[in-house]
């Protein structure tokens, strides 16, 4: 989900009902990415380790080929990577984000910008 | 929220921590337009009459001029409309759909729909 002046644009590739590549699981690729390691990726994102797992679950059922591979056990080479096939789909959908963004952003104009409040309204809802 | 192909951008106008924009309040605003009046409205889409009026509460409060305007009563004249400032945000963000969607739909190609699966694996949650 990219910010630019109040405008957030989310792209989700969808796998029948489930989201096989979103702004979260594309965030946690880049992690693993970083870290190496799938509870590690989780955490810095602040995370629980079975959310992280999940997420890691379902892009790995989405997609044919694995996106995380991971390798068990407690020698040197212990831990995850993204496999190439989920480095493809990630430079893709970050390319998606950035042709959205670059698309809408000259929309986002100064006439639109004027219409806008920078924070809402106290809510009237107590009257409903 | 437009879907193409199991490509799915939803596009926000945020004001502050609130959406003053998006798929559902437009949808809205559509419907209002469409049925004169903001219960008809929501009940076309199958929302309480809470959920709606929370809905246009949010709108109004979130941009300088009001987006619904309401005629109380029982006379004829009574009912909701899309104001011009309503209308005008209608057609920006419409635009704003119209333009990611044109954008990213050519990144959707052959290769990346050959890598996402039709339907997700069963899940393997029970392992974890």
């Given at each position: 989900m990219n910010d630019t002046a109040g405008l957030k644009i989310k792209i989700q590739l969808m796998c029948g009902e489930e989201i096989a590549m979103g702004p979260g699981k594309a965030d946690l690729l880049d992690a693993i990415r970083q870290h190496g390691s799938i509870s590690a990726a989780g955490r810095a994102l602040g995370m629980s380790y079975r959310r992280t797992w999940l997420l890691v679950d379902a892009m790995n059922r989405c997609w044919?080929?694995?996106?995380v591979d991971t390798v068990p056990g407690g020698?040197?080479?212990r831990g995850a990577h993204v496999t190439p096939g989920g480095e493809a789909i990630l430079t893709a959908y970050r390319a998606m984000q950035a042709a959205a963004d670059t698309a809408t952003a000259p929309l986002m104009d100064d006439r639109l910008h004027a219409l806008i409040r920078l924070h809402p309204l106290p809510s009237s809802s107590g009257a409903l």
């Open positions: 044919h080929d694995k996106l020698g040197r080479s």
